[in-house]
C-alpha cells in the first residue's frame, strides 16, 4: 500500500468548520476528491519534506507542513493518521517562504545519498538522478503554484496522506 500525500486548498472558513468539527473531515476529503481539487504529491512527499526540512518527520514552520505542519483535524485516521489544516495567515508565510527557494537551492538539497541515509520513503534513491530531480521538481513546482494561488486568495491548505 503507498503513502500519498493530497493538498488541497479550502476557503479559511470552510478550515475552521472542520477544526471545529472534525467528525466532518472524511466527508470534505471525500467531497475534494469529487471535485478532482485535490494535488497529489504521490510518494515525492516525503522527499519533499526533507529537501524543504533537513529532517524526516519534524522541521521548523513554515516548511515542515507536509510532514508535521499546521493543525491537527482531531484524532480521524484519514489513511496514514489524522488530517491537517495549515490556515490562511500561515499559508501567506508558506508562500513567502517556498518562493526563495530556487532551482539551484532545490538540486543542491536533492542529495541522493542523504536521502537513502535518512530512510526517505519510498526508498528509490539508486535510480538514475536526472529522472528523480525531475519528478520531484515537477511536484515541487505544482506544490509551489497551489500555495502561491491559495496565499492569493487567502485560502487555506488541508494536508492528508493516505
Known amino acids: 500500500m503507498s503513502m500519498i500525500c493530497e493538498v488541497s486548498a479550502i476557503p479559511d472558513n470552510v478550515a475552521q468548520?472542520?477544526?471545529?468539527?472534525?467528525?466532518?473531515?472524511q466527508k470534505l476529503l471525500d467531497s475534494l476528491d469529487d471535485e478532482g481539487k485535490p494535488l497529489s504529491l504521490e510518494?515525492?512527499?516525503?522527499?519533499?519534506?526533507?529537501?524543504?526540512?533537513?529532517?524526516?518527520?519534524?522541521?521548523?514552520p513554515p516548511l515542515n507542513f507536509i510532514g508535521a505542519g499546521g493543525e491537527t483535524v482531531g484524532d480521524e485516521d484519514?489513511?496514514?493518521?489524522?488530517?491537517?489544516?495549515?490556515?490562511?495567515d500561515?499559508?501567506?508565510?508558506?508562500?513567502?517562504?517556498?518562493?526563495?527557494i530556487s532551482a539551484e537551492e532545490f538540486d543542491r538539497k536533492?542529495?541522493?545519498d542523504t536521502l537513502n541515509e535518512a530512510s526517505i520513503y519510498p526508498r528509490i534513491w539508486d535510480e538514475p538522478r536526472e529522472e528523480l530531480l525531475e519528478e520531484y521538481g515537477m511536484y515541487?513546482?505544482?506544490?509551489?503554484?497551489?500555495?502561491?494561488?491559495?496565499?492569493?486568495?487567502?485560502?487555506?491548505?488541508?494536508i492528508a496522506i493516505r
Request: glycine letters at 8%.
Open 17 to 25: 468548520e472542520v477544526l471545529s468539527q472534525p467528525h466532518r473531515i
Open 43 to 60: 510518494k515525492s512527499w516525503h522527499g519533499l519534506h526533507f529537501i524543504l526540512t533537513g529532517t524526516a518527520s519534524e522541521g521548523s
Open 90 to 100: 500561515k499559508v501567506k508565510e508558506l508562500d513567502a517562504a517556498l518562493s526563495v
Open 110 to 112: 536533492f542529495d541522493l
Open 140 to 158: 515541487f513546482e505544482q506544490l509551489r503554484e497551489l500555495v502561491k494561488q491559495a496565499a492569493h486568495d487567502n485560502h487555506a491548505l488541508i
Open 78 to 88: 484519514v489513511g496514514y493518521g489524522p488530517a491537517r489544516v495549515l490556515r490562511a
